[in-house]
C-alpha cells in the first residue's frame, strides 16, 4: 500500500492528550488519525494567530483532509504572547514534535520522516523548530533524551519568515493606509501582536528564519513547500521570495506556489480554493514520504 493514499480514503478518529506543562500550564496535542490505516507517517500541525490567539483547532479544515490520506496529524497548543514571549512558543513546538515522535506507537503510526505543516505565525514557528530543532530545548516533555526534534520536511503556508521586516511593513501601512483588499489585515491588531510577543525590534530579529538561513546558522535544511496567496496582505510575496531565494543559495529545497484571487489564511476555510491548496500539500507530502 502506498504511504500516502488519496484524500477521502479513511476516516479520522480524533483525540486530545496532554503533552507537556512548561510552568504549570498544561498544553494539549490534538490527533487526526486515518482509522483502518497502517503505521502512519506523522504531520505535526503549529496554528497561527499572530502568536497571540487560536487553539490547536484552527486547521482542522486541512488537518482533517490531510489525515484522511492516511497521515497522523498531531495539532499542537503552545504558549502564547504576550503572557509568554518568544521563544516560548518555538520551545513548546519542539516538545510537542518530540512528544509525537515518542508516543508514535500509541497514535497508531510511525516516529521516521515526520513533516511540519501551519501557516502564518505557525509558519514561522515551525521554520525555527525545523531549521534549529536543537537551539529551543528545555521544555518538560515526556519524551527520552535520545528522541529529537528533526523533521524531514516541513509546509509552512503564507509564513512570516522574516518578524522585523513584517513589522516595519505593517507600521508604514499604519502611516499610509490603503484600502484592504484582504479581510484579515488589521495592521493595528497585527503590530500589537508583534509588540507582545516579541518585545522590541532586536528579538524579531533573533526570531528571524531569514536570518537564521542567512547567518549560516540553520542546524539542518529540510525540503519545504510554502503557499502564498496572491492577495495576502498579512505577508506580501517579496518577503516570502527573499526567504525562498536566500534557502536556495544555502542548498535547501523549497518549492513556492502562488495561488490567484485568495487572502491569508485561505485553505482554513472550506471551498474550492481550499481543497486545491490541500491538493498541492498531499501531492508534496507524498513526494518526501516515497
Not at 507582545?196 to 531569514?210: I, N, P
Amino acid at each position: 500500500m502506498p504511504t500516502v493514499g488519496p484524500i477521502g480514503a479513511y476516516d479520522v478518529a480524533v483525540d486530545d492528550r496532554p503533552f507537556a506543562q512548561p510552568g504549570g500550564v498544561t498544553l494539549l496535542a490534538r490527533s487526526y488519525r486515518p482509522v483502518g490505516a497502517p503505521p502512519a507517517h506523522l504531520l505535526v500541525d503549529v496554528h497561527g494567530g499572530a502568536w497571540t490567539y487560536f487553539d490547536r483547532t484552527a486547521d482542522v479544515y486541512f488537518d482533517w483532509a490531510l489525515a484522511t490520506c492516511g497521515l497522523t496529524v498531531v495539532a499542537l497548543d503552545f504558549r502564547m504572547g504576550a503572557a509568554h514571549p518568544f521563544p516560548a512558543a518555538v520551545a513548546d513546538v519542539v516538545a510537542g514534535i518530540r512528544w509525537a515522535k515518542a508516543h508514535a506507537s500509541e497514535l497508531d503510526a510511525r516516529a521516521d520522516r515526520v513533516g511540519l505543516i501551519g501557516g502564518s505565525s505557525g509558519g514561522h514557528l515551525l521554520m525555527l523548530a525545523a531549521l534549529t530543532p536543537a537551539a529551543f530545548a528545555g521544555t518538560v516533555v515526556d519524551a527520552p533524551d535520545d528522541v529529537d526534534a528533526r523533521v524531514a520536511y516541513a509546509l509552512p503556508l503564507w509564513p512570516i519568515l522574516d518578524p522585523l521586516a513584517r513589522y516595519r511593513y505593517l507600521r508604514d501601512r499604519v502611516a499610509n493606509p490603503t484600502p484592504a483588499r484582504d479581510r484579515f489585515f488589521q495592521a493595528e491588531r497585527l503590530i500589537a501582536a508583534h509588540d507582545g510577543f516579541f518585545g522590541d525590534e532586536a528579538t524579531m530579529v533573533r526570531a528571524s528564519a531569514l536570518r537564521v538561513v542567512e547567518s549560516g546558522e540553520a542546524e539542518t535544511l529540510p525540503p519545504i513547500w510554502i503557499a502564498h496567496p496572491e492577495l495576502d496582505e498579512n505577508v506580501t510575496l517579496p518577503m516570502t521570495e527573499r526567504f525562498v531565494d536566500a534557502y536556495r543559495r544555502v542548498g535547501g529545497a523549497v518549492e513556492l506556489e502562488v495561488f490567484a484571487g485568495v487572502g491569508h489564511s485561505f485553505a482554513n476555510f472550506p471551498g474550492d480554493a481550499a481543497d486545491a491548496c490541500i491538493a498541492r500539500m498531499h501531492a508534496f507530502i507524498a513526494r518526501q514520504l516515497v
